[in-house]
């Protein structure tokens, strides 16, 4: 493999490896590729670095995971001098950390911004990938990595009228970059998931009027966010070492924590809402991690279930709106928590009113209103915390053909299926990072980000090294790992609610639980020795080998 890009005979230029995307996996892809002399292009939608953060510029926006922990470890000098200014940073100060990122790796020169992949096609001849960009330009790369993310595909709802609506119509996973003024203005949000429940508070600071219009109540727990002291970033600097080491090797969700050695059951009921009272006040989604059993064991659930919901009838004074925030239909932590600030609070303000379309669905939406349960509610401005089209959404975009013409869509109609969430068998040389099938988005996505991008790039010197010029994953072990990452599953609470996790937020879309929920440690233990036992289930050929199948 070249140092540098070349052009083939038909004039298209050529790279070792194009990544789809350059939010943080797509730049960390970049920067262990040029590191290991491989030549590499970046396409990437928007204008900018940052993926997720360059477009969830909604008002409120901000990290769950705290933000010494949600920063990338490849670079010791970057963690040691990075100042993240708060518990958890806002939207825009993570969005500086990327802009950081790729000035001081000098990424953007390889980076392609305002360019959208469109098609991507495998060669089985020359194991080479074709990728068609929206610029009209058609490349080849021996490799293609899909850093697209697991939520980047805002997800306009299907709503009778939406189009009509005569106000501005805002979505908050694909935010204006100008500022977006709601002094003065009726405001209605609907969705609340993260989202909506991160930008309800802040809108209703300035909106004359907010209505919330709530399909599923939601459990919140206080995110407590605070500016961080300059003793609390050096003890983070001072251990970094066994912090990364603890979140990558030993912890389920990529979090150094506390690991739970109990279950609820285990406590009376006072120790337990002791216990529960102090990661409330505590705040943040070790909320979760109280006791071992909250994800699998229903009654253990219950009891911090209740807990919340009795939190939420202390807040919120109205009663009938405390009874309507309170979630009922299931398991706290099934549908991912939300990390909030005064959330349940802001319902006692007398500019929040809170309408329930689980009993009374959206009818419609006129020109100045939604209408629900026969009634207008007029509205200047429409936000919509509707989620997105999450895991398999933005890879489903891109037209992706592998062996046979099979496309990608095709093979993953009733669902995703990949071997390790990393590949998907008869698309060989194709590599998703967070894919379906890996713990992804029930992790610090950067941990994961990081195992992923260290174990591909690790994957392609051995490659180089052995004169391998494609791999694949074998349908068998592929069919095995399907059906583990649903037996893990199965194990928990998770399927029991109706969550993007489970592609319930999208009509028609199969009901399959797409992350695995196995554990950050214990996935990454597989990986790794997957590829000490030689790439353990995925095929490997060389050149000649190639030939010959093509021969014969
Ligand atoms: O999206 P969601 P989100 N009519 O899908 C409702 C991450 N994130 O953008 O639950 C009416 O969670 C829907 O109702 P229901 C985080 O991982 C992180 O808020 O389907 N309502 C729900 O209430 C998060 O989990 C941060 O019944 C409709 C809401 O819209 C993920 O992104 C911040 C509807 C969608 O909630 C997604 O969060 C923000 C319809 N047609 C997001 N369609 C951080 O803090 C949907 N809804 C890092």
Redesign the pocket.
């Known amino acids: 493999m070249s140092v540098q890009s070349s052009a083939t005979n038909t004039g298209a230029a050529r790279y070792d490896v194009v990544v789809v995307g350059a939010g943080f996996a797509g730049m960390y892809m970049l920067h262990r590729l040029r590191g290991l002399g491989f030549t590499a292009r970046v396409y990437e939608q928007g204008s900018g670095v940052g993926g997720t953060w360059y477009w969830?510029r909604y008002p409120g926006?901000?990290?769950?995971?705290e933000s010494m922990q949600y920063s990338y470890s490849f670079s010791d000098e970057l963690q040691q001098q990075w100042n993240w200014s708060e518990r958890y940073a806002p939207q825009p100060e993570i969005l500086q950390y990327a802009n950081h990122v790729a000035d001081r790796f000098d990424l953007r020169r390889d980076i392609q911004f305002d360019t959208r992949v469109e098609r991507a096609s495998f060669d089985e001849r020359d194991n080479l990938w074709s990728v068609t960009t929206s610029d009209g330009k058609t490349v080849t790369a021996r490799f293609v990595v899909l850093a697209t993310g697991c939520?980047s595909n805002a997800?306009k709802?299907?709503?009778k009228g939406l189009d009509r609506f005569e106000g501005k119509v805002y979505h908050?996973?694909h935010w204006p970059h100008d500022e977006v003024d709601f002094t003065g203005l009726r405001v209605g949000v609907?969705?609340?998931?993260?989202?909506?429940?991160?930008s309800v508070p802040m809108i209703a600071e300035e909106a004359s009027h907010v209505t919330v219009?709530?399909?599923?109540a939601?459990f919140s727990i206080p995110a407590r966010n605070a500016g961080l002291t300059d003793e609390e970033r050096n003890w983070f600097r001072a251990n970094y070492p066994e912090v990364r080491r603890f979140a990558r090797e030993q912890s389920k969700n990529g979090i150094y924590t506390e690991m739970p050695d109990r279950g609820a059951l285990d406590d009376g009921d006072n120790k337990r809402r002791s216990n529960y009272e102090a990661r409330w006040q505590r705040g943040g989604l070790t909320f979760m991690t109280v006791y071992n059993n909250l994800a699998l064991d229903k009654t253990a659930n219950d009891t911090a279930a209740d807990f919340v919901r009795d939190k939420i009838a202390e807040i919120v004074r109205d009663p009938a709106t405390a009874q309507l925030l309170q979630p009922n239909d299931h398991p706290i932590g099934s549908?991912?928590i939300c990390?909030d600030t005064d959330y349940f609070a802001t319902f006692n303000r007398p500019n929040v009113a809170l309408v329930d379309?689980k009993t009374n669905p959206?009818e419609e939406i006129t020109k100045t209103a939604i209408r629900t349960g026969g009634k207008d509610i007029e509205l200047d401005a429409l936000v919509l915390?509707?989620?997105?089209d999450?895991m398999t959404g933005s890879v489903a975009k891109i037209a992706i053909s592998g062996r046979g013409g099979q496309t990608l869509n095709q093979k993953w109609a009733d669902g995703p299926r990949t071997y390790l969430g990393l590949m998907s068998a008869g698309f060989p040389n194709l590599f998703v990072i967070t894919g379906p099938g890996s713990p992804s988005?029930l992790s610090n996505m950067i941990v994961s980000i990081e195992q992923h991008v260290d174990w591909i790039s690790d994957c392609l010197s051995h490659m180089r090294d052995n004169a391998l010029e494609a791999m694949e994953a074998e349908r068998d072990a592929e069919d095995r790992w399907v059906a583990h990452v649903n037996d893990v599953a199965a194990n928990t609470l998770y399927p029991q609610a109706?969550s993007?996790y489970m592609g319930?937020?999208i009509p028609g879309k199969p009901r399959i639980f797409m992350p695995y929920i196995g554990g950050v440690g214990p996935y990454r233990q597989i990986c790794n020795d997957v590829a000490a036992r030689g790439y353990e289930g995925f095929a490997m050929t060389g050149r000649r080998q190639t030939q010959q199948a093509a021969a014969s």
């Open positions: 969830n926006a901000r990290c769950d995971v939520l997800r709802p299907d709503i908050t996973g609907i969705g609340t998931g993260s989202s909506g429940i991160q219009f709530q399909r599923t939601q549908k991912r990390i379309i959206i915390a509707t989620g997105f999450a988005v109706n993007w319930a937020n």
